[in-house]
């Protein structure tokens, strides 16, 4: 029997009405254009782009999806598709449904007044995900372009194809073909062992290097700042000039090191020279394990809210290279 769908909107390309200011669809509106034979609440909790979300939006959106599933809902949220990853990757941490009913996150790459609108066929295979019962237990998915990708996995590829999303290393969980989910693969363990709780203000920054970087944008991180993830070159590696710094860092915060390349483990001691993934990790640094570094930044802001210390986030960020 399939799961009532509750739809919750949060604005984005899927919604908008030209390119212009115009006020934007409802949801009642964006799901005009899809006939589901299920039966569908629409909850309309923002309507904004993307880009304008924060933390605190998409907290109180797991509120809202925490109660739908406990009804028995399957849940569609749908928003822009610039920030979907970091939205779908932080209900995954702070969403409890992981063994209830399926949570699905889709939005569009085409305006609904567009030749081509990929929004509708979106949205109708997101509901079809999250109707069915086949469908728990896989931690929050995302739906576009009719693949099924964990959140853990999936990345934004490409600024404008309508098959932007994929995850890189790892691969779809399926596909929608006619309406029917296909399930292929199944995470062995959730992201996270308990839903994380954002509890208290945390601030973490997020620091890309780039060659010939003098440290400047480091020196910035100060007391506002309660933990700081740095992009590294390739599989961990910074100037020798920023490891003195760093491990300063690291006994003030935490630090966690991620690679700016988007996809790969950061390594553990392949490289052990000066400003090597080695040196940093035995000077305190946290290994972001396969997390690209926006994806590790929500883990680190996620436990830190959760009043997590140095030992417990350590452990987060390891379990994740099991």
């Given at each position: ?34 006939a589901p034979d299920v039966t569908v609440d629409v909850r309309d909790v923002r309507r904004l782009p993307s ?272």
């Amino acid at each position: 029997m399939a799961n009532p769908v509750t739809v919750c909107t949060l604005g984005g390309t899927i919604s908008a009405r030209g390119g212009g200011s115009s006020p934007r669809l409802t949801g009642a509106e964006i799901l005009a254009g899809v006939a589901p034979d299920v039966t569908v609440d629409v909850r309309d909790v923002r309507r904004l782009p993307s880009s304008s979300l924060t933390i605190e939006d998409i907290a109180a959106l797991a509120e809202l999806i925490d109660e739908a599933t406990a009804a028995g809902h399957g849940v569609v949220v749908v928003q822009g598709t610039d920030t979907l990853e970091e939205t779908a990757f932080l209900l995954d941490l702070t969403c409890t449904a992981r063994p209830r009913t399926p949570i699905a996150v889709t939005g569009a790459m085409r305006r609904p007044d567009l030749p081509g609108a990929d929004g509708p066929a979106n949205l109708a295979a997101a509901i079809a995900v999250a109707a069915d019962p086949a469908c728990a237990g896989l931690g929050v998915v995302t739906v576009i372009a009719d693949e099924v990708h964990a959140a853990r996995h999936v990345r934004k590829t490409h600024t404008t194809s309508t098959a932007t999303f994929a995850s890189p290393g790892a691969g779809p969980l399926g596909t929608v073909t006619e309406g029917t989910p296909r399930i292929h693969l199944r995470p062995t363990r959730p992201t996270v062992q308990r839903p994380l709780r954002l509890r208290a203000p945390v601030r973490v920054a997020l620091l890309t290097l780039s060659m010939g970087d003098r440290g400047e944008l480091l020196e910035a991180v100060d007391h506002r700042f309660d933990g700081l993830v740095v992009a590294a070159f390739g599989a961990g590696h910074v100037p020798t000039w920023l490891v003195e710094p760093l491990a300063a860092q690291s006994a003030r915060i935490p630090v966690v090191l991620a690679s700016r390349t988007g996809a790969g483990p950061i390594l553990g001691h392949t490289y052990r020279g000066p400003g090597s993934e080695y040196d940093l990790l035995g000077r305190g640094l946290i290994s972001a394990g396969p997390l690209d570094a926006p994806k590790a930044r929500l883990l680190l802001h996620a436990l830190l809210a959760d009043g997590a210390d140095r030992t417990r986030t350590a452990d987060a960020f390891a379990a994740l290279r099991e």
